[in-house]
């Protein structure tokens, strides 16, 4: 990916922190279910991710990648609290949004999704990522890196509006689409159209993806 390109996506940067502003003065504007879930320390991880933790030895390790200012994740598994990491390449502009006090109660760590692996090793049980890489300069690439950071027979999962770029008409950090077609998750931009299939190959396998057409893009991915 081009510098010009990263330089593009930066451009959306305002657009994101007005959006988490509003959510937190608001307490999750249209959203109240979706903020009290975040800001509550005893949640249980959703069903969908936990079902891929039960191979686990010990406490499960899990990396939310552009988890925005507080990740939507549960932070329990079982009743024990799950070894959770968030990242987004926004982090420090999150420090600066109007937190109530106590909140949040896991800090966002700045790490951009395209070069997860130059900050972590490869032992995540699962990597998660939604409704984020669409809104990535280079989501190919942050993919890969989801990848490497996991163990091997680890999983990867992803989960993203489909054609969200066209939907919003390409504003802000909405520059790229993701769709199903024939089995396979593509993902394109104005220039550009790339198969999941083809860039995973060798590195890990599709085990669950959305049907074809679908308005939902979900996609699980097991490293080999």
Not at 68 to 94: Q, V
Request: hydrophobic share 40%; charged share 25%.
């Amino acid at each position: 990916m081009m510098m010009t390109d990263k330089i593009k996506w930066l451009s959306g940067v305002n657009h994101e922190i007005l959006f988490w502003t509003r959510y937190l003065q608001t307490k999750g504007a249209e959203w109240p279910e979706d903020y009290a879930f975040r800001i509550n320390p005893h949640t249980e991880l959703q069903p969908y991710l936990a079902v891929f933790l039960e191979e686990c030895i010990g406490r499960p390790k899990i990396l939310d990648v552009g988890a925005g200012p507080m990740s939507s994740l549960g932070k329990c598994y079982k009743g024990y609290e799950i070894e959770l990491i968030a990242t987004d390449a926004l982090a420090d502009h999150y420090d600066t949004l109007p937190f109530p006090d106590g909140l949040p109660i896991l800090r966002t760590i700045k790490c951009d999704s395209e070069c997860l692996s130059e900050k972590f090793f490869s032992v995540f049980d699962l990597a998660h990522a939604r409704n984020t890489l669409d809104h990535s300069y280079d989501p190919n690439r942050a993919i890969l890196e989801m990848i490497k950071v996991c163990r091997p027979g680890g999983y990867i999962l992803t989960d993203h509006s489909a054609n969200e770029a066209i939907k919003e008409n390409w504003e802000g950090f909405h520059q790229w689409n993701f769709s199903v077609e024939n089995r396979d998750v593509i993902i394109s931009n104005k220039q550009q159209s790339f198969s999941l299939t083809e860039t995973i190959q060798g590195l890990a396998d599709i085990i669950e993806i959305s049907p074809d057409g679908s308005g939902w893009v979900r996609c699980v991915l097991r490293k080999i």
